[in-house]
């Protein structure tokens, strides 16, 4: 499912991170997301298997909030609201719905959360551009990526992403016409479209 490669840069902004170390720009983004601001921004998201060559990209736009998740992508659609997942699947004319439970959800983006935690060093380097690059890096053979950096523009906001999984996957995303803006109760609402089958896992036991 197309949502699979892109649910794992979600990680990269909705993630409690934790650091031994100081990042002055990696704090201010952490602390938009603190605030209810909700990053919005249209996005192109490369996987390359670095072990059978092949690349999935992915385009569409994104809304990230603290816990909050919408993706929009061809005719799919997944919206996170913190405790429901729904996600429409526009070739099978369904909306599966289901718990935001990690153990038990296959979509739920909390899964993708495992193993981000204090082990992670943080640095910045100031690019000559006005950008800046946030590196994360880890040792913990748990954690999900290695290596993460992720470049802000001068406004601080995010413009590229760029990580290595443990079985040195690359993931590329980039993001255009990104911006921080207020949550509001319509940001992550979703109308399943009309005719739709709504399949309610929830009532599954």
Known sequence: MVFKAVLSFLVLFAADWHSN???????????????NEV???SFIHEFND???GEQQVTEGTIWVGKDRYKIESGNSIMVVDGEISRVYDGTKGRVIISEY???DDDFA????????DDSYSVR???????????????DDPFAMFMNVTIWLNASGVPVRIEAIDQVENEL?????????????ENTFRFQ????AELIDLRHDS
């Open 101 to 103: 439970e990690e153990e």
């Open 109 to 116: 983006p909390s899964r993708m959360l495992q193993g981000v």
């Open 124 to 138: 910045e380097e100031s690019v000559p551009d006005g950008r800046t690059k946030v590196i994360l890096s880890t």
């Open 39 to 41: 990053f919005s921004a």
């Open 21 to 35: 170390q100081t990042s002055p720009k990696f704090d201010d983004l952490k602390d938009r997301f603190e605030r």
């Open 50 to 52: 670095t072990f059978t």
């Open 172 to 184: 590329i995303t980039y993001f255009r016409d990104g911006r921080f803006v207020m949550q509001t």
């Open 192 to 195: 399943p479209p009309e005719g």
